[in-house]
């Protein structure tokens, strides 16, 4: 009884460990992919059993991947202009299970770099084959639609190998030659052109609509002047055919009716003359509101250059005041100094004036008194004064006389007694001279000096002693 107890527990026990070595639960990003005796079976998100030892479980992927893919040359478009493309696509192996299929047969067990590697490949072939169809136009403007001719070009092939192509985006076109830069300063240009011309028909549009308003709000005021003729030119009418009507009720009615029609003809001459004067008023009414605005414009504007001229001309005015007053306050002071140094100047030319006036008259003073004490002397000294102011001056006189004989270099005589003839002319001139000293003041020098020998001489013979003249 124990043995089967132990083997049935045993058997119990292979079948735990067999069951829980055969279970398996596939997350939602992976393919669980199971081959062996029977056929493939593909388990994703769920859970499945794979018999050991005789079935194999391999794993497949499905996260997204990243994949740049980069022109490795420049790629001539339809245009024959070089480029070179720089793009990202997204991709993932499919979960369809067709495709799921084909990528368990062509990438299973393959790594992510040979798997990104290879996908690379066949999206930058595809890349190169679009951006050959199409201009660098429609590449710079339609970038989008670009990316979706290629990710629809390259889905057939990505298809072949279970990849499902997610997105597909173009991040940068770019050429050697600098077209796509010259292209977008020829839309800059074109755009400022639009711009331009935009304005110019705005401003046209608007010169249109102004004219437009002006040519309706006319429009208005002939249509409304036109109205009030028509009205004017109805109540003609009206007072006609009522004058027509009247005049033939006249011919038929009585005297009773004339009266009756005299009656209305008043009535209608005054409706008429209260509609004259109505239409009247009213003109009057807008002339009247015509005139007070223009009145108020004219007296705005009249006030305001009113204004602005007395606030230039007080303004001048102030201007010129404090320049007249400047002016007037520099030549005040100007004056002052000038008057200062004038006053400066005639109190030292004055101070100089009594100094010297001063000195003169103190010289002055000298000089009469020197005379006046010569005078009295001489005075008292009578001819005895004369004689000796005549024999103190003699000697100048002859030296006088003969300096011009001393100024000549040489003199040629012919004749004996030459040197007493000069001394003769000498002497002559001397002679002239007394006899012109006496002939001017009346003083004979000769009379005085003989007088004066003679006195001498009566002197020494009596040996008396005569008193000497005072001195001067």
Known sequence: MVPIILVAVAVVVLLIIFFAAGYIKAPPDTAYIITGLTRRRILIGRAGFRIPFFERLDKLSLRVMQVDVKTSEAVPTNEF????????????????????????????????????????????????????????????????????????????????????????????????????????????????????????????????????????ANAVKVEAEKKIAEQDAALAVQQAEMKIRADGKRAEADAAYSIQQETQRKLIEIAHAEAEIAHREKA???????????????????????DAETYRVAKEAEAELIRRQKEAEAKRYEAEQEAEAKRAAAEALRFAMEQEAEGIKAKGLAEALAIEKKAEAQRKMGEASVLEMYLAALP???????????????????????????????????????????????????????????????????GTDTPAPPED
Do not use: H
Not at 284 to 306: C, M, N, P, T, W
């Open 81 to 216: 202009i070089n480029v070179t493309v720089d793009g990202v696509a997204n991709i993932k192996i499919s979960s369809d299970p067709k495709l799921l299929e084909r990528a368990a047969e062509a990438l299973l067990n393959m790594g992510q770099g040979e798997l990104i590697a290879l996908v690379t490949q066949v999206l930058e072939g595809n890349m190169r084959e679009i951006v050959g169809s199409v201009g660098l136009k429609e590449m710079v403007q339609d970038r989008q639609g670009v990316a979706k001719k290629i990710t629809e070009n390259v889905v057939p092939d990505m298809e072949k190998l279970g990849i499902e192509v997610v997105n597909f985006n173009i991040q940068n076109f770019k050429d050697g030659a600098g077209t796509i830069e010259n292209m977008g300063i020829d839309n800059v240009e074109q755009i400022r052109k639009n711009a331009q011309i935009a304005k110019a028909n705005a401003q046209r549009d608007i010169a249109i609509a102004a004219s437009q308003a002006q040519e309706q």
């Open 284 to 306: 009057a009414e807008i002339a009247d509101r015509e005139v007070a605005v223009k009145e108020r414009q004219l007296d705005a504007e009249v006030r305001k250059a009113a």
């Open 396 to 462: 100048e006189v002859v030296r006088n006389a003969a300096e011009p004989l001393g100024r000549t270099d040489k003199i040629v005589m012919y004749g004996d007694g030459n040197a007493t003839k000069v001394v003769r002319d000498v002497m002559s001139s001397t002679s002239q001279i007394v006899d012109g000293v006496r002939e001017a003041t009346g003083l004979d020098l000769t009379e005085i000096l003989r007088k004066a020998v003679s006195r001498t001489g009566t002197a020494d013979a009596a």
